[in-house]
């Protein structure tokens, strides 16, 4: 007698597949990019006012400074002085001898910008001419320089002494005997000249146009004997 098969055991009922529970406060699945954008869209807009507060900050600081630029040269004006600013002239290659052939050509006299003497003068007061192709290097690194003509008298060559120790840094004091009886004064691109010591506009163009040069140095690296 053949043996009994064994009952086969019916398969288990198919199992459905069950979403995941949503915790309360959990965003749907499905809403997820969606948060996800709004996100992102928000950092991208905060983004873009931070930018404009930059560029907003900035071109008030410009035009701050162009203002006080403004008010110097009329104030220097007003004292009786002249004042000019400068085309830039191309600063490189620079020098390699103190009496290039042919001579570097400048746009003023003295000179506010252009190529010069690849090692800068020492900063100070002089009491003979200086070298020009070297003071235009000073220049490009920020200096504010003071010459006087032979002319200028004695008291008014001690009141720029005077002057000078007042606030030294960044400067240069010579004689230049060919402005005969008139001061003049230089920065980078700006000049001004007046007849004779103007403690007034000296103040004025030190504290405008000193350090405003395309060479930012440190002011500790711009002291006198440096």
């Not at 749907?28 to 807009?45: E, H, M, N, T, V």
């Not at 010459?147 to 606030?167: C, E, F, H, N």
């Not at 400067?171 to 001061?183: E, F, N, R």
């Amino acid at each position: 007698m053949p043996p009994k098969k064994k009952p086969r055991t019916p398969p288990p009922p198919p199992r459905r597949v069950q979403a995941p529970k949503q915790r309360a406060g959990q965003t749907p699945p499905g809403d997820l990019g969606k948060r996800q954008r709004a996100i992102l869209y928000s950092f991208a807009a905060a983004g873009i006012v931070a930018l404009a507060a930059v560029i907003a900050f900035g071109a008030l600081r410009g035009g701050s400074s162009s203002s006080g630029a403004k008010a110097a040269i009329i104030s220097i004006r007003a004292a009786g002085c002249q004042f000019k600013t400068y085309p830039e002239l191309p600063r490189s290659p620079h020098y390699a001898t103190l009496t290039p052939s042919p001579p570097p050509q400048w746009n003023s006299v003295p000179p506010t910008s252009g190529r010069h003497y690849f090692q800068p003068l020492v900063f100070g007061q002089y009491d003979q001419p200086v070298i020009e192709i070297q003071a235009v290097h000073n220049l490009e690194h920020g200096a504010m320089i003071l010459q006087y003509g032979s002319k200028v008298p004695p008291a008014q060559v001690a009141a720029i002494t005077t002057w000078y120790r007042k606030d030294s840094n960044a400067l240069i004091v010579a004689p230049l005997p060919s402005l005969g009886g008139k001061v003049a004064m230089t920065a980078w691109t700006r000049w001004s000249e007046c007849t004779g010591f103007n403690e007034q506009a000296a103040n004025t163009f030190r504290k405008t146009f000193r350090y405003q040069a395309p060479e930012k140095f440190p002011k500790s690296f711009l002291n006198p004997g440096q």
